[in-house]
T-cell receptor
Framework: KAGVTQTPRYLIKTRGQQVTLSCSPI?????VSWYQQTPGQGLQFLFE???????NKGNFPGRFSGRQFSNSRSEMNVSTLELGDSALYLC????????????FGPGTRLTVL | AQRVTQPEKLLSVFKGAPVELKCNYS??????LFWYVQYSRQRLQLLLR??SRESIKGFTADLNKGETSFHLKKPFAQEEDSAMYYC??????????????FGQGTILTVHP
């Protein structure tokens, strides 16, 4: 099976703009989680979607949002970008509804200037 | 609240030496523990999951609920083991859905 894919792989934006990142899970996986990875804070959970419903959300401001489509593909959106949003954004998919191994994509590297 | 602590940011060993990467956790319940590894220029990938009790690439990890630890061990390190290692915890229930809590990671370098 193909692994988790993320597009685009790299993005450069300026402060105040908004950005949309895309994640395609492994075929058959219905849960998608998003993480932000930075050198200072490490890997932090953003939110999780299962069957088009957001079931869990991390401690991030409302500028961070997401959605999931009926084919399990997911997008996350960051509005009014700030310099501190520069990070590697990872998505992970898993088959089960509850605890199960998460499989990670390669990430989208977002740079905010 | 759930927390994962990896006390060593950097760990260096020589090839053939034993290696132990430490992981301690805090969680009020029975968590699931994982070790993920990230090799240079590769994506994060699962190394071990405590529930499966497998040995992958010679690595093992035992969940010690009394000490709330999940240390990763390998008796003879290889140069190809050089990578970043993350310990992660998954809880149960609504606030844990789809959420892995990661430690800060340990960079392992195996010298020839």
């Amino acid at each position: 099976k193909a692994g988790v894919t993320q597009t685009p792989r790299y993005l450069i934006k300026t402060r105040g703009q908004q950005v949309t990142l895309s994640c395609s899970p492994i075929s058959g996986h219905r849960s998608v989680s998003w993480y932000q990875q930075t050198p200072g804070q490490g890997l932090q959970f953003l939110f999780e979607y299962f069957s088009e419903t957001q079931r869990n959300k991390g401690n991030f401001p409302g500028r961070f949002s997401g959605r999931q489509f009926s084919n399990s593909r997911s997008e996350m959106n960051v509005s009014t970008l700030e310099l501190g949003d520069s990070a590697l954004y990872l998505c992970a998919s898993r088959w089960g509804q509850f605890t199960d191994t998460q499989y990670f994509g390669p990430g989208t590297r977002l740079t905010v200037l | 609240a759930q927390r994962v602590t990896q006390p060593e940011k950097l760990l260096s060993v020589f090839k053939g030496a034993p290696v132990e990467l430490k992981c301690n956790y805090s969680y009020s319940g029975s968590p699931e523990l994982f070790w993920y590894v990230q090799y240079s220029r590769q994506r994060l990938q699962l190394l071990l999951r405590h529930i499966s009790r497998e040995s992958i690439k010679g690595f093992t990890a035992d969940l010690n609920k009394g000490e709330t630890s999940f240390h990763l061990k390998k008796p003879f390190a290889q140069e190809e083991d050089s990578a970043m290692y993350y310990c992660a915890l998954s809880g149960h229930g609504g606030t844990s859905y789809g959420k892995l809590t990661f430690g800060q990671g340990t960079i392992l370098t195996v010298h020839p």
